[in-house]
């Protein structure tokens, strides 16, 4: 089975920065795409950002030109950075994947446990 663990959650001020990190980790798989959603309290989860191997990044309105992807997927790693965090960027960030796993090749979707992240003075 394949893995993915979250890190770098945390309290923020207004304004501040946070760089978020995923890893995905198992045997025999592969990695086709990688997307990091959010869910505010109270609210449904929605898509951030995200990219599909060889492809470009692409974000949500809401946070880009604030919110930068990048990965490593020699390493089966992505990273969201976030810069001028708000209030309404609080939330728990997941990260997704679409990963293809085995020999005789299947396609599944996996989600980490999330992180919290808390932006508040």
């Known amino acids: 089975q394949v893995q993915l663990v979250e890190s770098g959650g945390g309290w923020v001020q207004p304004g501040g920065p946070l760089r978020l990190s995923c890893e995905a980790s198992?045997?025999?798989?592969?990695?086709?795409?990688m997307d990091w959603y959010r869910q505010a309290p109270g609210k449904q989860r929605e898509w951030v950002a995200g990219?599909?191997?060889?492809?470009?990044?692409n974000y949500a309105d809401s946070v880009k030109g604030r919110f930068t992807l990048s990965s490593d997927i020699a390493k089966n790693t992505m990273w969201l950075r976030m810069d001028n965090l708000k209030p309404e960027d609080t939330a728990v960030y997941y990260c997704?994947?679409?990963?293809?796993?085995?020999?005789?090749?299947?396609?599944?979707?996996?989600w980490g446990q999330g992180t919290l992240v808390t932006v508040s003075s």
């Open positions: 997704n994947a679409i990963v293809i796993v085995g020999v005789s090749p299947r396609r599944l979707e996996v």
């Open positions: 198992g045997s025999r798989f592969s990695i086709n795409a």
């Open positions: 990219f599909n191997v060889g492809g470009s990044e």
